[in-house]
């Protein structure tokens, strides 16, 4: 079973820009998570899709959002980029009906911006 | 805020036992205790998971004590693949509720 996949892996970006960040869930959950890690903050979860729906968000700026399309796969976009949005950013993907809720997260995508 | 205090780190010498304390005094009765581990450069996994049994699977053994404000994640013979840093969190089980991570317990096995 194919796990979450997360691209790119590696992004440099400049301040002021905007970025699009993709996420392909596990075949089957419905459920995609988005969490941005930084040395400074840990992890800190941004928000949560579900059938096409946010049903969470955290406590981020309106420059942050996010969509999921039908077939589960999710996007999250930053835009006006800050030089602290510089983080690594994880996406889960979950389904109540396994163990852990199958969280499952992807090895991220890790964006630089200069 | 995380409702979980861990650790800042521990070691363990490979082979042996690793035993990851956790506490959570406030946890509430429909909460279940969750542990992740996050190895350097990768994105946390699911390790295991209780309500007020013990637990145990292929990788680690939860033990919760009786009045449930605290854990403990056993690796029973810890490898050097093992070093990561562990995260104790508790939350209402179900896809729909977050996952509120704390500065995790940085565990380093020794050779």
């Known amino acids: 079973k194919a796990g979450v996949t997360q691209t790119p892996r590696y992004l440099i970006k400049t301040r002021g820009q905007q970025v699009t960040l993709s996420c392909s869930p596990i075949s089957g959950h419905r459920s995609v998570s988005w969490y941005q890690q930084t040395p400074g903050q840990g992890l800190q979860f941004l928000f949560e899709y579900f059938s096409e729906t946010q049903r969470n968000k955290g406590n981020f700026p309106g420059r942050f959002s996010g969509r999921q399309f039908s077939n589960s796969r999710s996007e999250m976009n930053v835009s006006t980029l800050e030089l602290g949005d510089s983080a690594l950013y994880l996406c889960a993907s979950s389904s109540s009906d396994q163990p852990g809720d199958g969280y499952t997260f992807g090895s991220g995508t890790r964006l630089t911006v200069v | 805020d995380a409702k979980t205090t861990q650790p800042t780190s521990m070691d363990c010498a490979e082979g042996r036992a690793a035993n990851l304390p956790c506490n959570h005094s406030?946890?509430?009765?429909?909460?279940?205790v969750y542990w992740y581990r996050q190895i350097h450069s990768q994105g946390p996994q699911y390790i295991i998971h209780?309500?007020?049994n013990n637990e145990t699977n292929e990788m680690a053994s939860l033990i919760i004590t009786e009045d449930r404000k605290s854990s403990t994640l056993i690796l029973p013979h810890a490898t050097l693949r093992d070093t990561a840093v562990y995260y104790c969190?508790?939350?209402?089980?179900?896809?729909?509720?977050?996952?509120?991570f704390g500065k995790g317990i940085t565990l380093s096995v020794r050779p």
């Open positions: 406030t946890i509430s009765g429909n909460e279940y």
């Open positions: 209780g309500l007020k």
């Open positions: 969190i508790v939350r209402v089980r179900g896809a729909n509720s977050k996952l509120t």
